[in-house]
């Protein structure tokens, strides 16, 4: 959070153990998820009249409850959205297999190392990207030659 509040435009190093020397699928995921609430909470608020929701509280009147009210349902997802970090209540959580945040970003890597497809490169880079290969390779001859 640091040194994003001080405007860093660079932070690396997700999922990375051991000044790097490991990588960890898991960590990454997690750590993302957190970088996630980082980059939100720089971002600041946002102020309109629709969050602000003037007419909620006059709707609403001294003593009452936003909670059961429309605009906050409406609205209640848009500053903390988790994957990974169970919100559920402890009986809940159990009752589904008392998984921990660490289990669940082993399984959430697992899903996404067997399920992700790269998309191809266009067809203009991955030639530009050969070209630069037989250049090298080219230059790695006549240097051998030489």
């Not at 490991?22 to 993302?32: K, N, P, R």
């Not at 720089?42 to 409850?65: C, K, R, T």
Request: proline share 2%.
């Amino acid at each position: 959070m640091l040194p994003a509040l001080a405007g860093t435009n660079l932070i690396y190093g997700l999922g990375m153990l051991d000044s790097g020397m490991t990588f960890d699928y898991a960590q990454a995921l997690l750590q993302s998820e957190m970088l996630n609430k980082v980059l939100r909470a720089i971002q600041g608020m946002s102020v309109s009249d629709e969050l602000f929701a003037y007419d909620v509280i006059q709707d609403v009147g001294p003593g009452g409850e936003f909670i059961t009210h429309e605009h906050t349902f409406a609205h209640m997802r848009e500053q903390s959205q988790v994957k990974l970090f169970d919100r559920r209540s402890r009986e809940t959580w159990e009752a589904s297999g008392s998984q921990d945040v660490v289990e669940r970003a082993y399984a959430a890597a697992r899903e996404i190392i067997a399920s992700h497809e790269v998309e191809p490169l266009l067809e203009s880079v991955q030639s530009e990207l050969e070209a630069i290969y037989e250049d090298a390779e080219a230059r790695q001859v006549r240097n051998r030659e030489a």
